[in-house]
Structures are given as structure tokens and as C-alpha cells.
């Protein structure tokens, strides 16, 4: 995979597909840039671990809960109404060892209880960074924005992984 890209793959209740697609890790379009720039916004200044609803959407009453960790990886779901809609692990490719870990806490906790055996495959990626998400209480019809949420996500923090080991 180009040095300009991130794969996201995601698991869809009731779908034995997983589901892959290739982002650029800096948007060029304006939309995508502008909801980059809000995740980024929210981020800042935020501490490795929090539980915060997303002030951004006007419509939705959304929390953002984050687990990052040494190494280039970390933990977000998304709640609605104190049920998760979704999960995911990002995967830097920064360090291998902290990489494997956290895709074995994620498959342990979120993949396995709730998907079973068959969902380790949406933690296989070829390079990275890399993310896996699985959509658990998100109805259908919001994956799309699921998929957004994440991708914007990714795209900020895989960039900030990079410049801090100085890659560009």
C-alpha cells in the first residue's frame, strides 16, 4: 500500500463480509478535510483516555470514548444514548509489539464476544496503518456515517503518529 494511504476494514452485523477500503491519510477533498479538521480540533489538548460527547454534531447526541496507547495505537467507540454503536482499533504500524497487542485486547473484547471466530480476519492487514471497526448497535443505515467518523478519525491521528516518529 502507498505511504499516502490507510486501510479501514469493517464488519457489518449480519454480513460475512468484511468490508475494505483505502483512505488517504490527508483528505483532498474539501469536505472530508473539513471533518478532519473537526475531529483534529477535538482532539487537541485531550489526554491519552476520555469518555466526551462530540460538541461538533448538531443533531446527534454522540460520545467519543478513547484509549490511546504507547506505540501508535488506540481504542475509540461511539455511544448514542449509553449504548455503543460502533468500535475500532487504529493500528499505526509504528510498533509492531504494541500493534499486536492491542489487536488481541480488541479481538478479545470487542471481535470474538460478538462476532465470533471467523472475525479475526478483519484485523489482517497486509500494511499499515490500519483500521478495523465493527459496527455494533449502529443501525444499517448509519454505517455510512460510522465509516466517516472513523475515516476522519484515522486519517488525523495516523497522521500525528507519523510526524511524531518524524515520517512524513
Known amino acids: ?69 504507547p506505540g501508535g495505537t488506540a481504542l475509540c467507540t461511539f455511544y448514542e444514548d449509553d449504548s455503543p454503536l460502533a468500535s475500532a482499533v487504529l493500528l499505526s504500524g509504528l510498533d509492531a509489539n504494541s500493534d499486536a497487542q492491542m489487536a488481541a485486547l480488541y479481538e478479545a473484547a470487542i471481535l470474538e464476544p460478538i462476532y465470533g471466530e471467523e472475525s479475526k480476519k478483519v484485523l489482517a492487514f497486509e500494511s499499515y496503518p490500519g483500521i478495523a471497526v465493527a459496527l455494533l448497535g449502529a443501525a444499517p443505515e448509519r454505517a ?20 511524531l516518529r518524524g515520517a512524513n
Not at 468490508?19 to 485531550?46: I, M
Not at 465509516?147 to 503518529?161: K, P
Open 1 to 69: 500500500m502507498a505511504q499516502n494511504l490507510f486501510r479501514m476494514h469493517m464488519l457489518v452485523p449480519g454480513s460475512e463480509v468484511i468490508q475494505a477500503q483505502d483512505f488517504e491519510l490527508s483528505p483532498t477533498n474539501t469536505q472530508a478535510e473539513d471533518v478532519c479538521e473537526l475531529f483534529h480540533r477535538f482532539l487537541v489538548d485531550k489526554p491519552a483516555e476520555f469518555r466526551l460527547r462530540l460538541p461538533f454534531l448538531k443533531h446527534d447526541e454522540i460520545e467519543m470514548e478513547w484509549a490511546a496507547a
Open 144 to 163: 455510512r456515517a460510522m465509516q466517516l467518523f472513523y475515516a476522519s478519525l484515522a486519517s488525523v491521528f495516523f497522521r500525528q503518529m507519523r510526524q
